[in-house]
């Protein structure tokens, strides 16, 4: 069992930047995938990007130039730097390890 924590959402406008937060407890050897989803109003969750523990990364076509995802193994963390957002970024962002665990949440509201 895997416990997700994430942190760092909150208000920001257009054009700003914000890094999110994800820290792994619990059974966290050999955590192989770990990544970034969100899901806004009325719509399905979908990938933001992922990351693997030898550093390869995968990204949506269209937010792979404003976000980046990076991770500490050593401390088993995840992070997204945001930057340049946009109000249609508006959602609640979820960490995922291993394809299976999921965190609650942090929401981002990005305003006009």
């Known amino acids: 069992q895997v416990h997700l924590v994430e942190s760092g959402g909150g208000l920001v406008q257009a054009g700003g930047s914000l890094r999110l937060s994800c820290a792994a407890s619990?059974?966290?050897?050999?955590?192989?995938?770990m990544g970034w989803y969100r899901q806004a109003p009325g719509k399905q969750r979908e990938l933001v990007a992922s990351?693997?523990?030898?550093?390869?990364?995968n990204y949506a076509d269209s937010l792979k130039d404003r976000f980046t995802i990076s991770r500490d193994n050593a401390k088993n963390m995840v992070y997204l730097q945001m930057n340049n957002l946009k109000p249609e970024d508006t959602a609640v962002y979820y960490c995922?390890?291993?394809?299976?665990?999921w965190g609650k949440g942090t929401l981002v509201t990005v305003s006009s």
């Open positions: 995922r390890v291993s394809y299976r665990y």
């Open positions: 619990g059974s966290v050897f050999g955590i192989i995938t």
């Open positions: 990351i693997t523990s030898d550093g390869s990364t």
